[in-house]
Each structure stands twice: as structure tokens, then as C-alpha cells.
């Protein structure tokens, strides 16, 4: 969790409102998301709290890892920018969100293109999967995929790792 992080100041996903009043109800359960780019945003908020319950239980179950270890992520996540949104509003049972996510490595700003797949199952929308499109320092973006270094630092592929 970042450490100068205050639960009323602005939420981390960039809404502009007050985490409070945003994520924050997500988080705790007292409201589900509504579309698919609620669910990433308040995804990302959670990625950027570590809130690992959360991620779970918005992960599709057929495709929810076992374990989300954030012990080897050395990145300070910075901010998030959605790029396109295809479906995924509450009317619809599936979404698909592009987005940039931006965060620091080694004093150097990177970003990483996905575009992430969601799914509506009984009134609730949950994350599926996801594809790095690019990745790498912000002014030098290099196209990559599932077999791309994941940005968390492990050293494994990110679809053996956080794509999994």
C-alpha cells in the first residue's frame, strides 16, 4: 500500500472522487461495480492497495489463480488511464476495458497497455483475463504479449505469473 496513502483523499484510480466514495464501498463490499470499467478501476485501486481478497473475489472463477503473491513486486504504480471501453455496461454480460497503467521501476517511468476481458454471471461483473499489448519505459514502449517479462519483477513470464 502506498505509505503517504489517505482513504479521503482522491481514489487511486483516477475518478477524481474521494476513494471513500468510489473504490472504497467495492472494497468493503457494500456495493458491487456496476460496468466492467468500475470493476478495473476499483481492480486497479485494489492491485495498488494490495488488497488481494478483493482481486479474488472479482477474478472469474475459471480462471482465478490460487495465490496473487505481491512479495516480489518492486513497483510503485502511479496512475491509471483508460484508452477504450467495448460494452461491459450494466445492461450488456460482457465488457472489454484498454488501459494504460502507469508506475515507477528503478526511478524510471513505464507503462503497460492491457486490454482486459470482463463477464456478468448473475448480476455481477468479474475481471476474466487480460493481454499485456505493450510495455516498457513511457517514451520507449515495446510491443509485447503473455510472453513478455512480467512487470512485477519475478524474472517469469507474465503468463505464468500475474497473467495467469
Not at 489517505?6 to 461495480?33: D, M, V
Not at 526511478?107 to 510495455?135: C, P, Q
Amino acid at each position: 500500500m502506498p505509505t503517504n496513502f489517505n482513504r479521503r483523499c482522491f481514489c487511486l484510480c483516477g475518478s477524481g472522487i474521494a476513494y471513500q466514495h468510489c473504490c472504497g464501498p467495492f472494497h468493503t463490499g457494500e456495493k458491487i461495480p456496476a460496468t466492467a470499467v468500475t470493476l478495473m478501476r476499483s481492480r486497479y485501486t485494489a492491485y495498488v492497495l494490495r488488497n488481494v481478497v478483493y482481486l479474488q473475489e472479482t477474478w472469474d472463477v475459471s480462471l482465478r489463480p490460487n495465490v496473487i503473491d505481491f512479495s516480489r513486486e518492486n513497483i510503485n504504480w502511479l496512475r491509471l488511464e483508460i484508452t477504450d471501453i467495448k460494452k461491459g455496461e450494466a445492461k450488456d454480460s460482457k465488457g472489454v476495458v484498454a488501459f494504460k497503467a502507469f508506475y515507477s521501476q528503478d526511478g524510471e517511468e513505464h507503462v503497460m497497455n492491457e486490454i482486459s476481458r470482463f463477464t456478468k454471471t448473475n448480476g455481477r461483473w468479474f475481471y476474466l483475463d487480460g493481454v499485456i499489448k505493450a510495455m516498457g519505459k513511457v517514451d520507449q514502449q515495446t510491443n509485447l504479449g503473455k510472453n513478455a517479462p512480467c512487470a512485477c519483477g519475478s524474472g517469469k513470464k507474465f503468463k505464468r505469473c500475474c497473467g495467469a
